[in-house]
């Protein structure tokens, strides 16, 4: 099994920035691939950004693309977030998933989440 623990939301304004963590711990050896995802308020779950395995692809959905940046440290077992430009949008929950499966990543492992609010 792993265990997930993100960090580092919180409130900040427009135009500012935010660096989430998220903490990997139990079975880390067999962790694959790592995305961010986040749900608004009355919203589905939608996804953020993908690191593969080897760090070598990162993958972005087009509406965080050129601000936001994944980056992962597997000797930390920590997975990251640096969240540039905030809009108000951006607001929501954000979640770190983990896969132990690949190449075709299986998200079975989730953070219990961290509260992303961005005021106008």
């Known amino acids: 099994q792993v265990q997930l623990a993100e960090s580092g939301g919180g409130l900040v304004q427009a135009g500012g920035s935010l660096r989430l963590s998220c903490v990997a711990s139990g079975r880390t050896a067999t962790i694959y691939h790592l995305s961010w995802f986040r749900q608004a308020s009355g919203k589905e779950r939608e996804f953020v950004a993908f690191i593969s395995w080897s760090g070598g692809s990162a993958y972005y959905a087009a509406s965080v693309k050129g601000r936001f940046t994944i980056s992962r440290d597997d000797a930390r077992n920590t997975v990251y977030l640096q969240m540039n430009s905030l809009k108000p949008e951006d607001s929501a929950v954000y979640y770190c998933?983990?896969?132990?499966?690949?190449?075709?990543?299986?998200?079975?492992?989730w953070g219990q989440g961290t509260q992303v609010t961005v005021s106008s």
């Open positions: 998933a983990a896969s132990d499966q690949r190449p075709t990543a299986r998200w079975d492992y």
